[in-house]
Every structure is written in structure tokens, then in C-alpha cells.
């Protein structure tokens, strides 16, 4: 029987309000958010490669640490997008993670890297100035924690959260074989290292000992609380595989 336009059986289901506009996975937010992401980007490339080509400045680090920014927190929602899609949503960005301190973080760093280089620009005598081997330490650690990172969200796939969880999700397994046989907590692992990456290239001294001792704290105290909930979980399996995997997170164990 042919339906109409205006008839019950040609009616398409409601859209789920949860991507509706200011909902928790708002579309336009989720687009609105990858624009300026992707914006920020192209900026940076664009300016890290004006300030080499047509100066000495060493100011391209500032660029390069906002590119470093927005691709870590595009691939933060794409990866839950793609390997754990029921659970992408805004939050899944992190922007506005542990905000306001995350945001004061992020703008210490770049005025102490701008001002540095501004008023000592050939600081040869700071303790950590950026020569060639120092510089080249940064980058690896950015890239390197970027990839574990990205890396280790994509194989725990739906079983990976942002939030500590306290209950075992039906279907919830022990990953330990991939990345996850080399170190525990790889996405950890890749945001620890990543961050103190970051403050190398910059060449931040003073932001360098505080990433570093922020860091360390949050994940001192952030892994003794999910794996005693793992503990929970998985039993024996678990404690097995603690003795077994290192963190590689210095002096967590």
C-alpha cells in the first residue's frame, strides 16, 4: 500500500534529544568544537612555519605547542568516536578538563615560553635550554605520548572510559596483551610524557618542575584508585598482571 507524505507510516523517528543543541552530545557542539580545533591548527602550522622561514626567533615553539594542544584534543573525541562510540560525546574533547587549572596550565606555559625567549632569547645558561639533543627529546616524548596514548585508547576500545569506573560494565575485560602487555596504563603513560614533552621543547624551566609534579601527583593518586577497583573486578588475573607489566610512569609502581 503506498504511503504519503503526510501519513503515520511515511513519519521518521524523533532524533535522540541527547544531540539536540547544549545537550551532553550536542552535534553542533561536536562541530563547533573539531572547526576550531582544525582552525588552530592550520594557525599554528601556518605560524610555526612564517617564524622559521623568515626569522631567528625561537618563538615557533608557541605554535608548535598549540598544534601540539589541538591535535591531542581532537583525537581524544575521535578515537572515543570511532572505537567507543556510544560513549562520545562533548566531554570527550577534554577542554574543559579539571578546568579552571587545566586552562592555567596551559597559559603558564606559553607566557613563561614567550617571555623567556623575548628577553633571553640565547639563554645557553639556563637549566633547560633548548639545544639540539634537548629539543630533540621533546619531540620524541610529544609524539611518543601522543601515540601510546591514541594507541592504547584504540585497542580497549569500549572498554576505555575518561572516569575512573567503580562497576564492571557487562562485556568489561582484562586487556593485556597489544600495548598493554608492554606497560599498564598506556593512555597514562602517553599524557605523562606528552606533557612533559611539551615543556622541553618550550624550554620551560619553571613550568617543566610544575608539569611534572602536577602530573605525577594526579597519576599517583589516579592508578592506586582504578587498579583497586580492577582489583575488584578481574581478582587474581589482575594482581598477576601488576607484578608482570610495569607502569613506566617513574616511581609508580
Not at 65 to 92: D, G, P, V
Not at 142 to 171: C, E, P, S, W, Y
Request: glycine share 6%; hydrophobic share 50%.
Amino acid at each position: 500500500m503506498a504511503s504519503f507524505p503526510d501519513s503515520p507510516m511515511s513519519a521518521r523517528p524523533s532524533p535522540d534529544k541527547l544531540y539536540f543543541p547544549g545537550k551532553a552530545k550536542s552535534l553542533e557542539g561536536i562541530a563547533l568544537r573539531s572547526f576550531c580545533l582544525g582552525i588552530s591548527l592550520a594557525l599554528s602550522a601556518v605560524a610555526i612555519a612564517a617564524v622559521i622561514l623568515f626569522s631567528s626567533s625561537p618563538l615557533w615553539r608557541v605554535p608548535f605547542f598549540f598544534a601540539a594542544l589541538s591535535t591531542f584534543h581532537f583525537l581524544e573525541f575521535w578515537t572515543t568516536a570511532k572505537y567507543n562510540t556510544q560513549e562520545a560525546k562533548i566531554e570527550s574533547f577534554l577542554l574543559t578538563a579539571n578546568w579552571p587549572m587545566y586552562f592555567i596550565a596551559h597559559s603558564s606555559a606559553t607566557i613563561e615560553c614567550f617571555f623567556t625567549k623575548l628577553l633571553w632569547p640565547n639563554r645557553s645558561w639556563a637549566p633547560l635550554y633548548t639545544g639540539h639533543i634537548l629539543l630533540l627529546l621533546g619531540f620524541l616524548l610529544v609524539f611518543i605520548g601522543q601515540f601510546v596514548r591514541a594507541t592504547a585508547m584504540m585497542q580497549l576500545g569500549t572498554n576505555f572510559n575518561h572516569i575512573v569506573q567503580d562497576r564492571k560494565k557487562t562485556g568489561h575485560e582484562l586487556m593485556t596483551s597489544g600495548i598493554y602487555g608492554v606497560m599498564r596504563h598506556p593512555s597514562y603513560f602517553g599524557f605523562f610524557w606528552w606533557g612533559i614533552g611539551t615543556q622541553i621543547v618550550l624550554g620551560n624551566p619553571i613550568c617543566f618542575v610544575a608539569y611534572l609534579a602536577v602530573l605525577w601527583r594526579f597519576f599517583s593518586t589516579r592508578i592506586p584508585t582504578e587498579e583497586a577497583h580492577m582489583a575488584r573486578f578481574f581478582g587474581e588475573d589482575f594482581i598477576e598482571y601488576k607484578k608482570r607489566v610495569p607502569t613506566m610512569i617513574p616511581f609508580i609502581r
